[in-house]
């Protein structure tokens, strides 16, 4: 289970609709590279986190609340909002399925994902090694 304490390294940033996607993105990337995040493995990380709070904007009210560090070895990035629990440990959906792939990819592409429930919601922790 994850440590849901803040740290007092993590840098965050807040979203609340589609148009602050695109600087939710940039922020998480920039910060990555300045953590020591390899190019290729930023590009994994904008996608996880582009996937999460994309799932904030269209399941959840009140947008929500990122925060990104490095700690022990691994660059850490948690989504908070205020959503329920998630469905990890799914299979793939279907290449048919509409929708559904959002999760699972962001399963598949980070080193490690944990999901806890945080007073007023849920926070998704994802870490990637440096």
């Known amino acids: 289970m994850p440590d849901q304490q803040q740290n007092s390294d ?5 979203y ?4 602050d996607l695109r600087t ?3 922020f998480v990337a920039e910060r990555a590279l300045a953590l020591g995040l390899p190019p290729a493995r930023i590009e994994l990380l904008t996608l996880a986190v582009s996937e999460l709070t ?6 959840t009210g009140g947008g929500g609340h990122i925060r990104v560090w490095a700690e022990n070895g691994r660059l850490v990035c948690d989504v908070v909002d205020g959503g329920g ?10 290449a048919e399925a509409i929708r559904g792939r959002g999760l699972a990819i962001v399963e598949r592409i980070c080193d490690e994902v944990y999901t806890t429930a945080v007073p007023g919601g849920t926070m998704v ?6």
């Open 10 to 14: 993590a840098d965050g940033m807040g």
């Open 16 to 19: 609340t609709e589609p148009d």
């Open 24 to 26: 939710v993105r940039t």
């Open 54 to 59: 994309t799932n904030t904007l269209q399941h």
């Open 85 to 94: 629990a998630r469905p990890f440990g799914r299979a793939m959906p279907s």
């Open 125 to 130: 922790r994802i870490c990637l090694d440096l």
